[in-house]
């Protein structure tokens, strides 16, 4: 490749660069039951109480937007050093974007992607609600169990 034996410092940087990047894009909140944000903190939640009914497996997918821009903008540095003249560097640029943003969606939707479970509660009040949270080991929910279903208007958890 001519970008490589021309400028090993530029590619060394750029794929330094996306790679941290693209892994602290990465660092995402527990969404367990027993985690809380800083921004939760403090903040009153009413409490109800009920039964677990139902208990569903679901998988919690990622955000792929911050990989598909790091991985475009990185395919679109790569590909425009590919070839010599303003048209081969073009469309090596416009290539380089297009499959590096969707191989860094890819990889990010991956690496987020979490294991989840639906928690259906029959509320002592009345009614019933699903909750979709990620599993925690150290909450191993059954139907059955008796557990609280606190909420702040945006957010819901169960918890014992």
Request: net charge positive.
């Amino acid at each position: 490749m001519m970008f490589c034996q021309n400028h090993p410092m530029k590619l060394n940087l750029l794929v330094g660069l996306s790679t941290i990047l693209l892994f602290s894009s990465c660092a995402q909140d527990s969404m367990t039951g027993n985690t809380y944000s800083r921004d939760e903190t403090r903040q009153a939640q009413s409490v109800s109480k009920g039964r677990i009914t139902d208990i569903r497996p679901v998988k919690i997918e990622g955000n792929s937007t911050a990989g598909a821009i790091i991985g475009g903008i990185a395919g679109g540095a790569l590909g425009s050093n590919i070839g010599s003249g303003r048209t081969s560097n073009t469309a090596g640029a416009i290539g380089g974007a297009l499959v590096g943003g969707a191989l860094g969606s890819h990889a990010q939707q991956a690496m987020q992607s979490r294991k989840g479970i639906e928690i259906t509660v029959r509320l002592d009040e009345g009614g019933s609600l699903a909750v979709v949270q990620e599993i925690s080991a150290s909450e191993p929910f059954r139907v059955g169990d008796r557990v609280r279903v606190l909420s702040t208007g945006s957010r819901t958890r169960v918890a014992y």
